[in-house]
């Protein structure tokens, strides 16, 4: 079990986080983004969930998506029979539960705090999605960057993220500056990166930002 002595503080001049997920204060969440579709978010957020799980931490997952109409939470038994959607994959890879969030970006506040809510029994919470990352203020931030050709334009929700990332994984030349105090892996380095994450989770630096 994390301790309450490693709890990260907020980022200075971060904005204060929803009440519903800042009840449950030995809770970490560990945030993925990348800076365009198709970045490897889903692979990485698998990636961390085994390594956290073969530590024993206790892990759950959430897949965040924008939708410009709709509110909605689906759980992994709603999709259960659906091979290669990114919570199957979660699921798979570890996470003792994963959930699909839906919502306008003017409701993800809301609806990310009863996503939480619902998963405040477990330690670790790892998120996929730069929007949800901008609302949580995950402690520990992974941003994929790099490999996109120029029919593949950056997201416009990801400079925020990358200058929030603690780690940045790059695939292939990036177009952006890394944050001072971040560390770097290449894609081909997950071994190094998922090990940089568990020790900064466990260890004395906890989640600060160096």
């Known amino acids: 079990m994390l301790s309450q002595s490693a709890l990260c503080p907020m980022r200075s001049g971060a904005e204060m986080p929803h009440p519903c997920y800042t009840t449950q204060m030995s809770q970490r969440v560990i945030g993925i983004g990348g800076a365009y579709s198709g970045a490897g978010k889903t692979t990485v957020a698998c990636q961390i969930v085994r390594a956290l799980v073969a530590e024993d931490i206790l892990t759950a997952a959430i897949k965040f998506t924008p939708d410009p109409l709709y509110t909605s939470i689906t759980d992994f038994d709603e999709t259960r029979d659906e091979p290669g959607k990114d919570t199957t ?7 003792a539960e994963a959930l699909w969030v839906r919502s ?12 939480m809510d619902r998963l405040s029994a477990y330690e670790v919470v790892v998120v996929e ?20 050709g120029p029919d593949c334009p950056e997201k416009e929700s990801s400079r925020l993220v990358s200058e929030m990332a603690d780690v940045f994984i790059h695939d292939g030349p990036s177009r952006r500056d890394v944050p001072a105090g971040a560390e770097e892996f290449s894609r081909d380095e997950a071994g190094a990166y998922t090990a940089h994450v568990v020790s900064r989770l466990k260890g004395d630096r906890g989640c600060q930002r160096q």
């Open 89 to 95: 994959l979660l699921m798979e890879a570890g996470a």
């Open 104 to 115: 306008p970006r003017g409701s993800a506040r809301d609806a990310l705090a009863m996503a």
């Open 129 to 148: 999605g730069n929007s949800a990352i901008e609302v949580l203020k995950p402690c520990i931030v992974l941003f994929i960057t790099g490999g996109q």
